[in-house]
């Protein structure tokens, strides 16, 4: 029996959350966390971000074609 389940991504340059600040002249992300979330991410407990989706610029192109 297959796996079909997607499993969460961990490149965050390639995440939608993944935005680049012009006044700090850096990228960051910008999920606000809670303090559990932030603590297991920092500490290094958690394999992968729980809230990555895949950043695709040209999906609403797709959609027109």
């Given at each position: 029996m297959e796996d079909k389940t997607k499993k969460a991504g961990s490149n965050c340059e390639t995440c939608v959350f993944y935005d680049y600040d012009e006044?700090?002249?850096?990228?960051?992300?910008?999920?606000?966390?809670?303090?559990?979330?932030?603590?297991?991410?920092?500490?290094?407990?958690?394999?992968?971000?729980?809230?990555y989706r895949f950043y695709d610029e040209y999906k609403s192109v797709h959609k027109q074609i």
């Open positions: 006044i700090e002249d850096c990228y960051y992300c910008t999920v606000n966390l809670d303090q559990d979330d932030l603590g297991n991410f920092l500490s290094g407990t958690t394999k992968s971000c729980p809230y």
